[in-house]
């Protein structure tokens, strides 16, 4: 089982939809997650960290479960900025600060 | 312009040929990585360092593999005896380190090609 999880979609969506994106971490000594950004045949870009609280950026929400080891990102009112690969990272904590990507959610906003 | 830089931005070279990535990262940042990334993929971890020292260095990264950052400053990535399997992107990032856990901020990546 790969230590971080997503579907990897597509996700086609009309401009001005919600659409909500989850990712499963396996390896519970992932302290800090992360969703980042990346436009095809570019480098990941960080989009926002992920706090058990929620924290809300503009449209964006990201969400993270630990009991159950889930984390998510909600974007409202799509645009079509928005179409890219969503990468979910789980980062463990101390010294080394290990970091895992999942496979990435690709996502198509249609006008 | 800050951010992480890596040079050059594409590399097509013969099979057999030896091949070495550069990233500077974001000044003050003294945590480095690198990552190789193919189509479809997540970025893999490849080696990390914290200053100079290179602490962590994956499973997939073979012997014809080496990274160096002498000065922990810039960074090296050589591969030597390229191999058709090596095509990816190779992506590089930095991060602070500072109590908490802290993103890591990538450059724009070099493209590797084997013919």
């Known amino acids: 089982r790969k230590e971080v999880e997503q579907d990897p979609g597509p996700f086609n969506v009309p401009e001005g939809a919600t659409v909500a994106f989850n990712c499963t971490y396996s390896n519970s000594a992932s302290q800090s997650f992360f969703w980042y950004r990346q436009d095809c045949r570019k480098e990941p870009k960080l989009l926002m960290s992920v706090y058990s609280s929620g924290n809300e950026d503009g449209r964006f929400t990201a969400q993270l479960n630990r009991a159950s080891q889930y984390i998510s990102l909600l974007i409202r009112d799509s645009k079509l900025s928005d179409s890219a690969t969503y990468l979910c990272v789980g980062q463990r904590g101390g010294g080394y600060q290990k970091v895992t990507f999942g496979i990435g959610t690709k996502l198509q906003v249609i006008p | 312009d800050t951010g992480v830089s890596q040079n050059p931005r594409h590399k097509i070279t013969k099979r057999g040929q030896n091949v070495t990535f550069r990233c500077d990262p974001i000044?003050?940042?003294?945590?480095l990585y690198w990552y190789r990334q193919t189509l479809g993929q997540g970025p893999e971890f490849l080696t990390y360092?914290?200053?100079?020292?290179?602490?962590?260095k994956s499973r997939l990264l073979s012997d014809r593999f080496s990274a160096e950052r002498p000065k922990g400053s810039f960074s090296t990535l050589e591969i030597q005896r390229t191999e058709q399997g090596d095509s990816a992107m190779y992506l590089c990032?930095?991060?602070?380190?500072?109590?908490?856990?802290?993103?890591?901020?990538f450059g724009d990546g070099t493209r590797l090609s084997i013919l």
């Open positions: 000044s003050e940042h003294n945590r």
């Open positions: 360092f914290q200053n100079e020292a290179q602490l962590e």
């Open positions: 990032a930095s991060s602070l380190d500072v109590q908490g856990d802290q993103p890591q901020h």
